[in-house]
T-cell receptor
């Protein structure tokens, strides 16, 4: 059964620092991997989606990489800002399981001014 | 504006009183799904739908029902709510028939069952 893990559960960094968030999955048979952002009391916002055939995707200061063979994805945030403070979640749709989607528990990021 | 709309945002009810949480999307999306979010357990999928009249169970379907009679609507029904269904619920949709394109989420429904 596919399991998705995000470590650490919480991270606090000073403004301006580059940082990496981690996402691990146990079964490499996935269609894609999505990274989301969740602000307190709000729904999730899709940040980046990496197809299984891709190695990375970039959007502005965000860069997500995917290594299926090792079951890992990283979300790199450059020059962090206080507005980046949120919970970041990753999710994968397992191969041959219809419309199922498995989420990690998220990393709560705090960027201090 | 493209969006997923859930109603109500907050709901307090009593054990056993049937309720429905509505979800509607205006993006002509094929795929829709319901999740619950609990502290320490994260987001767990309840049900999903890959098209009209096509629904299937996620990881925690017990105590819930869904229907997909029209493409835009995907209501979540709790026939006899219990306190363990107190949670934050999210509806989401995506263009593809499966979660192979970016998901769009509603703002959530906070349900309390006493």
């Amino acid at each position: 059964k596919q399991e998705v893990t995000q470590i650490p559960a919480a991270l606090s960094v000073p403004e301006g620092e580059n940082l990496v968030l981690n996402c691990s999955f146990t079964d490499s048979a996935i269609y894609n991997l999505q990274w989301f952002r969740q602000d307190p009391g709000k729904g999730l916002t899709s940040l980046l989606l990496i197809q299984s055939s891709q190695r990375e995707q970039t959007s502005g200061r965000l860069n997500a990489s995917l290594d299926k063979s090792s079951g890992r994805s990283t979300l790199y945030i450059a020059a962090s800002q206080p507005g980046d403070s949120a919970t970041y979640l990753c999710a994968v749709p397992p191969w041959n399981q219809g419309g199922k989607l498995i989420f990690g528990q998220g990393t709560e990021l705090s960027v201090k001014p | 504006e493209a969006q997923v709309t859930q109603n109500p945002r907050y709901l307090i009810t009593v054990t056993g009183k049937k309720l429905t949480v509505t979800c509607s999307q205006n993006m002509n999306h094929e795929y829709m799904s319901w999740y619950r979010q609990d502290p320490g357990l994260g987001l767990r999928q309840i049900y999903y739908s890959m098209n009209v009249e096509v629904t299937d169970k996620g990881d925690v379907p017990e105590g819930y029902k869904v229907s997909r009679k029209e493409k835009r609507n995907f209501p979540l029904i709790l026939e006899s709510p219990s306190p363990n269904q107190t949670s934050l619920y999210f509806c989401a949709s995506s263009l593809a028939t499966r979660p192979y394109s970016p998901l769009h989420f509603g703002n959530g429904t906070r349900l309390t069952v006493t």
